[in-house]
């Protein structure tokens, strides 16, 4: 049995910054792809970063510059340091895995729970 627990949400100014963390456990090791969604209230779930076990990264525009993912094997674990964090970034944030390529939104389908950030 796969679990995907999310950390690291909080309450933040703008311009401030947080890091969420993932941490899986179960079996992992076909996971090709690990990422990040996030749904405001009214809003679609959209994705905004992932990466592939090659260490490859996607970004939605909306985060690009700003997000970055990455991975820690050893821990099977991934995180997203998020940077001048805006209004418009508050969320649930959600993490999410997949083992089929190619590392898309769509092929994310095992989640976590979600963490909550809000900026304000």
């Known amino acids: 049995h796969v679990q995907l627990v999310e950390s690291g949400g909080g309450l933040v100014q703008p311009g401030g910054s947080l890091r969420l963390s993932c941490a899986a456990s179960?079996?992992?090791?076909?996971?090709?792809?690990r990422g990040w969604f996030r749904q405001a209230p009214g809003q679609q779930r959209e994705g905004i970063a992932a990466?592939?076990?090659?260490?490859?990264?996607k970004y939605a525009d909306s985060v690009k510059g700003r997000f970055t993912v990455s991975q820690d094997n050893a821990k099977k674990a991934v995180t997203l340091q998020m940077d001048s964090l805006k209004p418009e970034d508050t969320a649930m944030y959600y993490c999410?895995?997949?083992?089929?390529?190619?590392?898309?939104?769509?092929?994310?389908?095992?989640w976590g729970r979600g963490t909550q950030v809000t900026v304000s």
């Open positions: 999410a895995a997949g083992e089929t390529y190619p590392c898309v939104w769509g092929n994310l389908n095992y």
């Open positions: 179960g079996h992992t090791h076909n996971y090709y792809c």
């Open positions: 990466i592939a076990s090659d260490a490859s990264t």
